[in-house]
């Protein structure tokens, strides 16, 4: 399966042990013809319900339509890499208002982009 930069995906959390471990909604930041296709892994960010703590760079999605989200949720740039064998599933792609503003908090983070 090919995902794409801005895709809402379905992961299993923790990665170490998927038989015990939660589904939870993940974006993926790395692009697909660059990265994603050719290892067959994506560069993700979590999707969290928890906006009552403070995490650097956090970026509230909104349009949670488009992202195939129920509940208000945000973009924790806790990133990580996971095989895309992992992905259950894609559920959304971030609408352009929230792919700018997450480009927005990256550029902060990786300020040569």
Known sequence: MTYRQFDVVVV??????VEASKRRPALILSADQTFNN????????????ASHSDWALD???????????????????KLFTLDHAL?????GR??????????????????LI
């Open 59 to 77: 970026v509230e999605i909104t349009d949670l339509t488009s992202a195939g989200l129920k509940t208000p949720s945000i973009v924790r740039m």
């Open 38 to 49: 050719p290892v067959g892994h994506s560069v993700m960010a979590m999707i969290t319900t």
């Open 94 to 111: 971030l609408s352009a208002v929230d792919e700018a503003a997450v480009i927005a908090s990256l550029a902060s983070l990786l300020p």
């Open 12 to 17: 299993p959390f923790p990665f170490t042990d």
């Open 87 to 91: 992905v259950r599933k894609q559920i």
